[in-house]
T-cell receptor, first 113, second 113 residues
Framework: EAGVVQSPRYKIIEKKQPVAFWCNPI?????LYWYRQNLGQGPELLIR????????DSQLPKDRFSAERLKGVDSTLKIQPAELGDSAVYLC???????????FGPGTRLLVL | AQSVTQLGSHVSVSEGALVLLRCNYS??????LFWYVQYPNQGLQLLLKYTTGATLVKGINGFEAEFKKSETSFHLTKPSAHMSDAAEYFC???????????FGKGTTLSVSS
């Protein structure tokens, strides 16, 4: 069974530029999560989807971050414009309905210069 | 609300020695508890989890953890460290399946020969 797929794996951009990350969850998993992991810290939730509905986006900086999960499968997280403080690893995870285990992708490492 | 405290940001052991990584949690509801491992430039891999039932849980690669409600702890142990165990370890908690994991800051395990 394929795991959670993320792309790109690495991204370097100049500040004020836009950037987008893509995630394809494990087949059949209805819940999708985006986490941000700052250097030396544990991951923190940005947004959680159940199917195509964002059910928890309280920690998403909505002035510059946006996300979508069309058709309830893959998802895109966008930052526009990026700031220096956005440099981090962005992790996508998925889980099956009603189950507690979250499976993580390899992450996208973003560096904003 | 939940929180996690991992005591010791860095633990060093010799190959063959006991590994003990400490995790204390706070939760207003019965917790689901997890240990994940992260190797450099990779995502998080589930080591083990506690949901209900037996308080001593066994995971992959010889790791185990014991849920102690009275001490609000979920410490991770391995009887004999191997060089390949060197990685970052994260303890996490959630109060309900399908919701955000709350992570500790992580503990870096170093193993020397």
């Amino acid at each position: 069974e394929a795991g959670v797929v993320q792309s790109p794996r690495y991204k370097i951009i100049e500040k004020k530029q836009p950037v987008a990350f893509w995630c394809n969850p494990i087949s059949g998993h209805n819940t999708l999560y985006w986490y941000r992991q700052n250097l030396g810290q544990g991951p923190e939730l940005l947004i959680r989807y159940e199917n195509e509905e964002a059910v928890d986006d309280s920690q998403l900086p909505k002035d510059r971050f946006s996300a979508e999960r069309l058709k309830g499968v893959d998802s895109t997280l966008k930052i526009q414009p990026a700031e220096l403080g956005d440099s981090a690893v962005y992790l996508c995870a998925s889980s099956s309905r009603g189950l507690e285990t979250q499976y993580f992708g390899p992450g996208t490492r973003l560096l904003v210069l | 609300a939940q929180s996690v405290t991992q005591l010791g940001s860095h633990v060093s052991v010799s190959e063959g020695a006991l590994v003990l990584l400490r995790c204390n949690y706070s939760s207003s509801v019965p917790p689901y508890l997890f240990w994940y491992v992260q190797y450099p430039n990779q995502g998080l891999q589930l080591l083990l989890k506690y949901t209900t039932g037996a308080t001593l849980v066994k995971g992959i690669n010889g790791f185990e953890a014991e849920f102690k409600k009275s001490e609000t702890s979920f410490h991770l142990t391995k009887p004999s460290a191997h060089m390949s165990d060197a990685a970052e370890y994260f303890c996490a908690v959630t109060g309900r399946a399908g919701t955000a994991l709350i992570f500790g800051k992580g503990t870096t395990l170093s193993v020397s020969s």
